[in-house]
C-alpha cells in the first residue's frame, strides 16, 4: 500500500512571496523598476543529482541545489539546507532574504542558498558524509572564498561544512579556510559562530525593550525550534534574566508558566531526547506554543509557521524572527494591526551571517580573533542595523519588516545602479 507523502510545512510558494514582498518594498521606497526587474530573480540556480551509497548497499541519487540571488556587494553567501520539504523555490526565496541581510548588515557579501531534499535524521553519519562529499564536488565550480561561502542551515551543522571543507580543499590540493564558515574551531571555525545568531537575536530584542522603556527581566518567552538557533536564543535569553515558559522541537514541546530548565534541555537533546520527552513542563503541541500566554514568541524553526488560520491567536506583543520567514505576509498584516512588534528575520537572525563573515576574514588572514571581540563587535553591527532600522521606522510610519527590507533593497539597488548593467 502506498503511504501518503507528508504534509511540507510550505503552504504558499515562498519565492512567490519574497518577490512580492520585494515588489511592496518597491513601491513603498520608490525604486525604479528597472532595477525590480533585475532584483526580482536570482541570478543562477544549479540542480544537481547526488548519487550516494547506503549503508545497505542501496544507491539513492537526492536532489540537491545552489543558488545565488544576486552579487552586486560581494561573493554570495548562504546556508545549505537539509530536510526533506525543500524546493527550488523555497532555496531560491532563501536566497534573496540573504542578500537584503547581508545588505541591511553592511556586509560585502550578496545573496546564496543551497538545499538537499533529504531526511538527515533518517541518514547515518557515513550516509551523510557521502552524500555531502558528492554534492560538495558537484557544486565546486560553484562555490569559492571569493565566489560564493555556504554555512550551516536547517538539518547541517559544523561536521557538515568540515566535510564540504575538506572536500573542496582536496580538490583544490590545499587547505581553502575561506570556502564555508559555520567550520569546527579546530580547523578553523570562529569563536562565537555557533550561538551568533541567537546572540544577534538577544540584541536586537534588548534593542527594541530599550525602546519601549522595558528589560529583558522577567520577561515570559516562548521560543519554536531547539536547534541551532532556538536552543542557543533560549539559552541566552534566560541568562539575561528572561522566563523561557516554553520550548519545542519537531516532535512538540513543554510548557511551565514558572521556567523551564534549558540547561537540562540542551543536555536531554544532546543525548538525542525530544523536546516533549523533557520533564520539568506540560506537553503542548507546536500550534499551542504560537498561542501561549507569554510576552515574547521566538520562531526559530521553519518558514509559514504563522498563517492568517492562526495569527490572531498569538498573544505575544513581540515576536523575534530567529527563523527566515516564519510569518506568511498575511499573518504578517494580522499581527501588525493587533499592534505586535515584530523583529524581521533579516535583522533579528542576522548575526549568524555576521559572525560567518568574521570567520571568512579569519580564515583568509589566517589570524583568529579572541571570543570577547567577535561578540563585541556583532553587537556593534547588530545594533548598528537596528538602530537604522527603527529610525526607519518611525519616520517613515511603516512596519520593521519594511523598514529594514527597505534599506536593504536601496543599497543593493545602489550598488547595480553604479556598477551598471554588463555588457
Ligand atoms: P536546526 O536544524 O539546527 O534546528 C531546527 C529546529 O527546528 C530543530 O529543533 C527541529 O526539531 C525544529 N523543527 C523542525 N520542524 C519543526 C516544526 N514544524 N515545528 C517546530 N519545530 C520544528 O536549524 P537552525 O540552524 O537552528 O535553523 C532554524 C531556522 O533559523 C531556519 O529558518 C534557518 O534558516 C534560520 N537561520 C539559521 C541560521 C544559522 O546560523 N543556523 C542563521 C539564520 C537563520
Known sequence: MATAAP?????????RLAQQQLRKVADTFG?????????????????????TTLDDGTVRAYSGY???HNIARGPSKGGIRYHP???LDEVKSLAMWM????????LPFGGAKGGVICNPKRMSPRELEGMTRRFTSEIINEIGPEKDIPAPDVGTNAQTMAWIFDTYSMNKGHSVLGVVTGKPLTIGGSLGREEATSRGATFCLESALRMQQRGVEGLRVAVQGFGNVGAYFAK???EAGATVVAISDSSGGIYNPNGIDVAAAFAHKRSGGSIPELKG???????????LDCDVFAPCALEQVVTEENADQVKAQVIVEGANGPLTPAADEILDAKGVLILPDVLANAGGVVVSYFEWVQGLQEYFWKEDEVNARLREIVTRAFDETWATYQDRNITMRMAAYGLAVQRVAEATVTRGLYP
Open 7 to 15: 504534509e511540507s510545512h510550505l503552504r504558499e510558494n515562498p519565492f
Open 31 to 51: 525604486i525604479d523598476d528597472r532595477l525590480v526587474e533585475v532584483l526580482r530573480q536570482c541570478k543562477k540556480a544549479v540542480e544537481v543529482s547526488i548519487p
Open 66 to 68: 545552489r543558488v545565488t
Open 85 to 87: 520539504d525543500v524546493t
Open 99 to 106: 542578500t537584503w541581510k547581508c545588505s541591511l548588515m553592511g
Open 236 to 238: 541566552l535569553i534566560a
Open 281 to 291: 513542563g506540560e506537553r503542548i503541541t507546536n500550534e499551542e506554543l504560537i498561542a
